[in-house]
């Protein structure tokens, strides 16, 4: 298994796309409030699916919403 780190600009894109509140984001991508928070927090990582509904939401290509950070080499 590769590890790393998956992060995301979701808390900063719903500030900036008026205040979107986590529940108006997962009703617009079909999931909870509880899902979004989840995601946004780094504890879940959203299927691709969603990643990609998320990202469409915004406006936004997919890898300027989610990120992968490997670890360094050591």
Do not use: C
Not at 5 to 13: A, E, F, G
Not at 33 to 61: C, M, N, W
């Amino acid at each position: 298994m590769i590890e790393g780190t998956l992060t995301n600009r979701i808390r900063t894109l719903r500030f900036l796309h008026g205040e979107m509140s986590q529940s108006q984001l997962g009703q617009r991508i079909g999931v909870t409030r509880q899902t979004i928070a989840a995601i946004e927090t780094g504890k879940y990582s959203p299927s691709l699916e969603a990643a990609f509904r998320i990202a469409h939401v915004f406006g936004a290509d997919l890898q300027d919403v989610f990120q992968w950070a490997a670890p360094p080499d050591g």
